[in-house]
């Protein structure tokens, strides 16, 4: 379990680099494409393994670019910006396929449901977590987070500010993150709230479930830990200190053995989940580690494991992940 | 049977007197010595027999009437009788001179003289009488005087027995009183000598003459012989106690298992031949007590005490006595006889030992100036003794004479290189003022012990392992905390064997359960009590390195073993507040309240944490005022007491100008008179100072005051003051100096805020604001967004921004098409920003007027058309800015067609002159050589050489002022140096109170090592966003206020009526 610098492409952006997903391969496409937005309102497309930039940046993201996801399916993206706009877009082309909005909030983090027939986004705060159709684009329903039972008082003066969702890899469950460091866990199924996951108390801004074990979640949270939850069962299973500042992303690889978290002390981890430790820190980038992906499985290279990290310094980096 | 025959007067005849039939009534005797007119010597004999059955009454007498006046008279021819009478009854006055204590001691002393004196002047050669006098003046110390005597009776007769036994005994005292060595050995030589001439007179003589041969020998050294001597006279008298008692200590002497065997041996055979022999009830003492038979040391010392009056002796049973209960832990008992002991002796020379016990427990009583006394005294006889060297620098140390307690210290290292205890201490002391010796002596001091093959301790690992930990070198940290805490939980722990799930969860909850479990499994829980303070570190360690969940886990393993262990609490507290789980850190303090109600730490992080809260914030002062107490005023309560004072003031609820005065006044006065006073250069106190003087603008106070603080936390890595640093800023901004103040706040965020607090990036937008660089502050904003996503009050200046920014576009006289289709761009995005920020007002209390926003996004709507009748004025200004181009081109075009042709004609001509001009530069030359060929010497060349050494000389003034220029520079240098050099002094000396220094070093009692610093975020200056111009200076909101009305009245529309200062209070709020 190690990871192996690849490439790093220096000033991939004008501007600080705050998301990043992998479109996976498709049929009419043998590799799967990585995806970065930034500040500097663009969404740009790169090539795997050499990190060649794909076509010309996508602009219009007005106000940066906070989150991107992509489709399952591999042809489709929804980058979210500043200015609340999901912008759904044609991963190839570039071409606008949709754009959505959850008034009268924001919106943060986006996720496809796995099967791809759902958009899922936290809806800041409205407190609820929206949900749209990839058919024709309209919106399915709204979650409401609820408060837990004997909830502190929240020091904005609001309710519950939304900010990660995460889908199960079976599509069962929902798992959704706020300012203040609860989880609320819903029936993905039925559409209907189960539980709040606690012991984060700072705000929790990416999560995501186990493919090997669909209960469990691991979540990044600003109080510089991890955690591992068994989402179905309420229960938190684990925790994993070692960053020195915030976690702001997380991904597990598609093994499911190990997870690679970035943080704002500017360095990569990669972790082992069973020895629930550190196994190695990754020190190339010069600033706030915003987003690690590893590549979704499928395409050419299938068998290669790559990850890559996007970082306020402006840079994008690949990893060989073995 | 023998008897006496006392002729009967005219008679022939004898009355028989059996010598062991006297009667018991010595008047009968005499009434038949008187009458029948005995002989002298009889009376003598029959006075002696007295003595030797006891009855020393009839010995008196038959003595005294035998001396009496009639006698005196009857007897007047009989004159060595007589003598012999005199000198008996003045040897028995010596004698009880010597036993007798005074008063009578001196009235006996003056008897003898009497009788011999009346001897004397029967005969005054009689030898025997001189040797009498010579025996009183020795028991009456009178040495020389003694001396004298026996010298004119060996003068007389040199083999006088009694006269040689006499003087070489005077001989032998003053060998003992003589204070120089080598005098005294020429005495116990000379003693010598007259003893074997003694021995040579009179070798028949009683075995004690012997013992004195044995004592000389001993006494010059002659350890053999003196033994053997001692063996001579007991082979003549078993009984003898002296020879046994000297040969017992011979060879308790040797130190051998077998010779201190056969000297016990020895003393026990002559404590059973004389129990109240001082000398071996001492050493048998002494014996027991190294085997621990206590009881029988205190009888045989009591015996001892009461049966001599030898003050060396006594002073060695005391001492004796003193030890044993010192070993029984009765240390107040022992001082006592420590302190008997000690005064028996007049000098520390004649017996030293009770002064080291007595050193020792005036230092378990604290009575420092006694005990270093007590071990001086040591070291008047002993100037090397390591031991007491160890205790004085100990005592210095104590007693805060840090210097002293060093050189004594290292004089200990410098007598023995490898007592390992004093590189400790060594280490331990210079801890804090010499980190690279501290660590030379502790490494030494373990090297030392491995060396020696005997196991490092804990503590001396521990701190190996916190001078690594204080220099930031946490890998040999780890190292020296591991190797000191062996086997053990820990390293299972550390391996990732013990379960790690449920260590995880065990760090969630104050539940125990977890190493219930682990019992259970059979896994030893076992954590030794030395070892706590190390696993604590160890902790400490990994929270360091950001591993709190580890480190969670050992703290709870230290609670779960050790209850009562208050830091353990707090850390834990600390990691809770750390991941703002205020409640679980709540009751951790509480639990910490539960074991110590008082303990300053807990109060004062209690305090801190509900100074956080809108509702406790009002209590939190009691629990500083009582931490405050706890610690009689210790300058971190102090502070945090001030902080209190000035959060107060700055509370949105009290806003009575008055209170809000007194708060100021009570805070500065706490910083200033109570913190400072005490510790000149408390970073925090002057930083709080400085607030106050910022809150009053007086920009150049405040700014020096920082300045001093913020290059003082620059230089030691324990502090952590961000707040300077912001406080620095705002000071550059109120003033004006943007880019410093730039600076400032983005060192600040990198250096302690890994670039995440989005409060200073507020300030910072704000910063770029007045400096009128809106894309940086809008970029500054939209990151501040990205970090603190629920913070509306960010969008509101994202807003204000892009509305400041097209305004300005398009108030510039000239525009480009992209600026202006930017500005629509932006304009479009601030009305988006204000539309959502409206509708979100609806459902959150974000506090932001509604109506407040309409003006802004109507004031955009505005900006936008006219921006878009820009754009399409500038579009089509383009359009015919580049058809007039395209136009002005071709005029180029022709143009530079024709003055190409110019050119070339011009080039043509040039060339052809420069071609004449080189034929006659040719001409010029040929001519030239010509001539130097003519000046074969060459009288201009020296001249020349001349002019140059001027302009050399000129050069070199030059280089020499610039020297001195330089000179003048460095001696400002230099001045400089001295006003860092006192900044130096600044920083040298840490507050007493920097609990973090204190935590690193003594396993961090501290409540929260940032909490000043958080106090003081709290508490103004880096305020969070609900009250965030309370820290700002007042006069930079002015300012910005003025900016902002500036910005509106520059608007050209006049603008719906809108509630005061609008707009503003988005960045300035």
């Known amino acids: 379990m190690k990871l192996a610098g690849l490439k790093s492409v220096d000033g991939a952006h004008e501007e600080s680099i705050w998301a990043a997903a992998w479109a996976p391969a498709a049929d009419h496409r043998p590799t799967a494409v990585l995806l970065t937005g930034a500040l500097d309102e663009t969404v740009r497309a790169w090539l795997p393994d050499d990190l060649a930039a794909l076509g010309s940046p996508a602009r219009g993201h007005a106000l940066g670019v906070v989150s991107l996801a992509a489709h399952p399916a591999g042809a489709l993206a929804a980058a979210v910006s500043l200015d609340s706009f999901i912008r759904v877009f044609d991963v190839d082309t570039g071409a606008s396929v949709a754009t959505l909005e959850a008034p009268p909030s924001e919106v943060w983090g986006v996720q496809f449901h796995p099967m791809g027939n759902a958009l899922a986004a936290a809806g800041g705060g409205s407190g609820s977590v929206k949900l749209w159709d990839t058919e024709r684009w309209q919106p399915i329903t709204s979650l409401t987070v609820p408060r837990p039972e004997g909830a502190r008082p929240d020091r904005t003066g609001s309710g519950k500010f939304v900010l990660s969702v995460a889908w199960s890899p079976d599509g069962k469950l929902l798992a959704c993150g706020s300012m203040d460091g609860t989880i609320a866990i819903y029936d993905a199924v039925r559409m209907k709230f189960l539980h709040h996951l606690e012991g984060h108390h700072m705000p929790v801004r990416s999560m995501v479930f186990s493919p090997v074990d669909p209960h469990v979640l691991f979540t990044a949270c600003d109080d510089c830990h991890i955690h591992i939850y068994d989402a179905k069962e309420k229960s938190l299973i684990g925790a994993m200190s070692g960053h020195a500042s915030w976690v702001l992303s997380i991904d597990v690889s598609p093994d499911g053995l190990a997870v690679a978290t970035g943080s704002s002390d500017r360095t990569v981890r990669l972790w082992d989940i069973n020895m629930r430790t550190s196994v190695q820190t990754m020190s190339n980038h010069s600033d706030q580690v915003w987003a690690v992906a590893f590549r979704p499985p499928g395409g050419a290279g299938i068998r290669a494991g790559r990850l890559a990290s996007a970082s306020d310094d402006k840079s994008i980096s690949l990893y060989d992940y073995s | 049977m023998t008897s006496v025959y006392i002729p009967v007067q005219g008679t022939e005849e004898e009355v028989r007197v059996a010598l062991d039939q006297l009667p018991h009534d010595a008047s009968d005797i005499l009434d038949i010595l008187k009458a029948e007119q005995a002989p002298l010597h009889l009376w003598l004999i029959i006075a002696r027999e007295y003595f ?68 004397s002047r029967i005969d005054e050669t009689e030898p025997s009488t001189w040797i009498g006098k010579g025996q009183l003046c020795v028991a009456k110390g009178e040495l020389q005087m003694a001396s004298d005597s026996f010298k004119i009776v060996l003068d007389e007769d040199g083999n006088n027995f009694p006269a040689l036994l006499g003087q070489a005994s005077v001989y032998f005292l003053m060998g003992e009183g003589e204070q120089q060595h080598k005098k005294s050995l020429e005495h116990y030589r000379n003693s010598l000598d007259l003893y ?24 010059l050294g002659q350890v053999e012989k003196a033994r053997q001597a001692f063996q001579r006279v007991l082979e003549l008298d078993p009984q003898n106690v002296d020879a046994l008692v000297a040969l017992a200590i011979m060879d308790l002497q040797t130190n051998e298992a077998g010779g201190i065997r056969s ?54 049973a005391y001492y004796n006595l003193a030890r044993s209960y010192h070993s029984k832990g009765d240390i107040e008992t022992a001082g006592r006889y420590y302190m008997a002991s000690v005064n028996e002796i007049s000098k520390p020379q004649d017996f030293v030992l009770p002064y080291i016990g007595l050193g020792q427990i005036q230092l378990k009583f604290g009575d420092l100036k006694s005990s270093l006394g007590s071990f001086e005294k040591v070291l ?106 062996g086997d053990g939980l820990w390293v299972s722990v550390m391996d990732g064997k013990v379960g790690s799930s449920m260590v995880n969860w065990s760090v969630q909850n104050k539940d125990q359960s977890f190493f219930h479990q682990l019992e259970e499994e059979g896994v030893p829980l076992e954590l030794h009590s030395i070892k706590v303070t190390t696993l604590f570190n160890y902790a400490r ?48 303090i509480g639990d910490a309240l539960k074991i110590d109600e008082k303990n300053p730490n807990a109060l004062s992080m209690l305090g801190s944490l509900e100074l956080q809260s809108d509702e406790t914030w009002l209590t939190a002062k009691e629990h500083f005022r009582s931490a405050k107490e706890a610690t009689k005023g210790d300058t971190y309560s102090l502070l945090q007491l001030g902080n209190w004072n000035y959060f107060a003031a700055n509370r949105p609820e009290k806003k009575a100008p008055k209170i809000e005065a007194t708060h100021r006044e009570k805070a500065m006065e706490l910083y200033q008179s109570q913190v400072l006073k005490h510790h000149r250069s408390n970073m925090f106190a002057a930083n709080g100072i400085g607030i106050l003087y910022a809150e009053k603008a007086k920009w150049d106070v405040a700014k020096e005051l920082f300045t001093q603080v913020h290059e003082a936390a620059s230089g030691s890595i324990f502090v952590h003051m961000p707040d300077v640093w912001i406080n620095l800023a705002h000071t550059y901004f109120a003033q004006g100096h943007f880019q410093q103040a730039v600076k400032m706040y983005q060192n600040c965020l990198r250096k302690f805020f890994h670039n995440t607090d989005a409060t200073i990036l507020l300030y910072l937008a704000r910063t770029h604001y007045e400096a009128e660089r809106w894309q940086d502050c809008r970029k500054t904003l939209l990151r501040a967004i990205h970090l603190a996503p629920s913070n509306y009050l960010l969008r509101f200046n994202v807003g204000v921004s892009m509305q400041k920014f097209s305004a300005s576009t398009l108030q510039k006289a000239k525009q480009t098409v992209d600026e202006v289709r930017a500005t629509v761009t932006e304009l479009q995005n601030a009305i988006r920003v204000f539309s959502l920020l409206s509708v979100a007002s609806t459902y959150h209390s974000h506090g932001f007027d509604e109506r407040k926003i309409e003006t802004h996004v109507e004031y955009c709507k505005h900006l936008l058309n006219a921006a878009k009748v820009h754009r399409d004025a500038a579009e089509q200004a383009e359009q015919q800015n580049k058809q007039k181009m395209e136009v002005a081109r071709q005029i180029a075009l022709a143009e530079e067609a024709r003055r190409r042709a110019e050119e070339q004609r011009k080039f043509q001509l040039e060339r052809r002159r420069e071609e004449d001009e080189l034929k006659q530069v040719k001409q010029q030359e040929e001519h030239f050589e010509r001539v130097k060929e003519q000046w074969k010497t060459s009288s201009h060349t020296p001249g020349k050489r001349k002019d140059r050494s001027k302009t050399e000389d000129e050069e070199v003034g030059n280089e020499k002022r610039r020297r001195k220029g330089i000179r003048r520079r460095k001696d400002q240098k230099t001045k400089m140096q001295y006003g860092e050099e006192e900044e130096d002094e600044y920083k040298d000396e840490p507050e007493a109170d920097d609990d973090y220094a204190d935590l690193a070093r003594y396993n961090g009692a501290d409540n929260s090592e940032k909490a000043p610093d958080h106090l003081l975020a709290a ?20 300012r910005k206020r003025r900016a902002w009305s500036e910005s509106e009245d520059d608007e050209p529309v006049k603008k719906p009526a809108a509630p005061p200062s609008p707009g503003a209070d988005g960045l300035s709020e």
């Open chain 2, 380 to 485: 008047e006889v002993h100037p090397e003794n390591c031991e007491s060297l160890k205790a004085i620098g100990h005592i210095h140390a104590k007693s805060g004479e840090t210097e002293k307690a060093i050189e004594t210290f290292k004089k200990v290292t410098r007598i023995d290189p490898k007592d390992h205890q004093a590189f400790v201490e060594l280490g331990e002391l210079l801890v804090e003022s010499d980190w690279a010796a501290a660590m030379e002596y502790l490494k030494t001091a373990r090297n030392l012990l491995k060396k020696a093959g005997e196991a490092v301790p804990v503590e001396l690992l521990n701190g190996i392992g916190l001078l690594h930990f204080e220099k930031g070198e946490f890998e040999m940290a780890e190292q020296s905390f591991k190797e000191a805490l």
């Open chain 2, 52 to 119: 030797k059955q006891g009855k020393i009454e009839q010995f008196r007498q038959i003595l005294e009437e035998g001396s009496g006046p009639e006698i005196d008279e009857y007897y007047a021819d009989v004159k060595y009788e007589r003598i012999a009478i005199l000198n008996a009854l003045g040897a028995f006055h010596t004698f009880l001179g010597k036993v007798d204590r005074a008063p009578q001691k001196e009235s006996h002393f003056k008897d003898a003289t009497q009788y011999y004196n009346r001897a």
């Open chain 2, 196 to 219: 074997k001439r003694a021995l040579r007179v009179y070798s028949n003589c009683p075995a004690a003459v012997r013992l004195g041969i044995a004592f000389c020998r001993y006494k």
């Open chain 2, 541 to 588: 360690l990994l929270e360091e390195l950001h591993d709190s969940v580890r480190a969670s886990l050992f703290y709870r393993f230290i609670i779960f073993k050790y209850p009562d262990y208050i830091d353990a609490y707090l850390r834990l507290a600390a990691i809770a507040k750390q991941r703002n789980n205020v409640q679980l850190s709540i009751e951790l």
């Open chain 2, 1019 to 1038: 508490a103004g200056l880096d305020d969070s966003d609900a009250e965030d111009d309370m820290g700002h200076p007042q006069s930079a909101i002015e």
């Open chain 2, 263 to 316: 000297g016990m041996e020895k003393m026990k055979k002559a404590f059973e031949i004389y129990p109240y022999y001082t000398l071996a009830l001492n050493h048998l003492a002494n014996h027991y007590f190294f085997t621990g038979q206590h009881f029988v040391v205190e009888q045989l010392t009591e015996t001892a005490l009461s049966s001599s009056n030898h003050v060396l002796l006594k002073s060695h």
